[in-house]
C-alpha cells in the first residue's frame, strides 16, 4: 500500500488534561478520498487540525509518505504537501479571487502561473471572475475558492473541514461534485463531513470517528449499509440494509 497519511494513536487535546482524541488511527492511501463523519463534538475538526499542527498532540505520531510530521507548524506542512481548508473564514473576503489565490502560492511565487493553470482548468469558472472580490460570492463559489487557494501549492493531500456546511443543498451538491473532481485530478483527501450520507457516496472509504476514536472503518459503501453505523450516526432514513462488511476498529 502507497500510504499518503497515517495517524497512529493519536492522543489530542487543548487544555490541559482533556483529551479529545483517545486514540485515533486513520490513513489515506494515494489517490483516495476518505471521509470523515461522526456526531457534534467527536473530534472531527480536532484530528484535521492536529494533523495540520494546530492542536497539542500528546502522543502517538502523523506521518506523511513515510516521514514522521508530528507537531510540525502549518506554514512547514504545507511546503511538504499538505493542504488544509478550515470550515470557516477560509477566504479573505476583502480580496479578489486572483488575489486569493495568490496569497496561496506566497511561499512558492514562480509556480504561480502553473497553478492558476490548474485550478482555472478545473474550475473554469473561477478563470472567468478572477478579479470579483471573494466576499461577493455565495457560500458555495467561497468554497471553491478556498479549496483552489489550498490547490495553489499543489498538495499530494488535502484535508476538507466541512466544506458543505452551511450551503443550500444545489450548493452542497455542487461542493461534492468539487471535492470528487479535485479527488479525480490525483489529488489524495481527507473530507470531515456532517452531510454523512453525501459525503460517503462520493468516498472510496470513509471512518466513524465518536468520542476521538475511529470507531467503525470501511467501504463509503459498507459503512453506509451497516444497520449499527446507521443506527448510531446515520439516522433511519437508510434502506439498504444488505451489507456489513464493515468492521469496529475499537470495540465498537
Ligand atoms: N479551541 C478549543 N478549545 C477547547 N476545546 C475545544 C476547542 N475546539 C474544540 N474543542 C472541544 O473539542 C471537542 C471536539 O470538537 P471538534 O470541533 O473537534 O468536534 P467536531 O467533531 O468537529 O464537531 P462538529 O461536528 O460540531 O464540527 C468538543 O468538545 C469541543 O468543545
Ligand atoms: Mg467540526
Redesign the pocket.
Known sequence: MDIVLETTDLVAG??PGVN?LNGCNVYVERGELVGII??????????LKAIFGQVNIRSGTVSLSGEEITGLKADKLVTKGVGFVP?SNNVFPSLTIEENLQMGTYQKPKTYKERIEFVTNLFPELGKRLKQRAGSLSGGERQMVAMSRALMMNPSLLLLD?PSAGLSPVRQDETFINVAQINRAGVSVMI?E?NARRALQICDRGYV?DQGRDAYSGTGRSLMSDPKVIELYLGTLATDHTATTSTPTQGG
Open positions: 487543548y487544555l479529545i461522526g456526531p457534534n463534538g467527536a473530534g472531527k475538526s480536532t484530528l470550515q466541512e470531515v456532517q470517528l
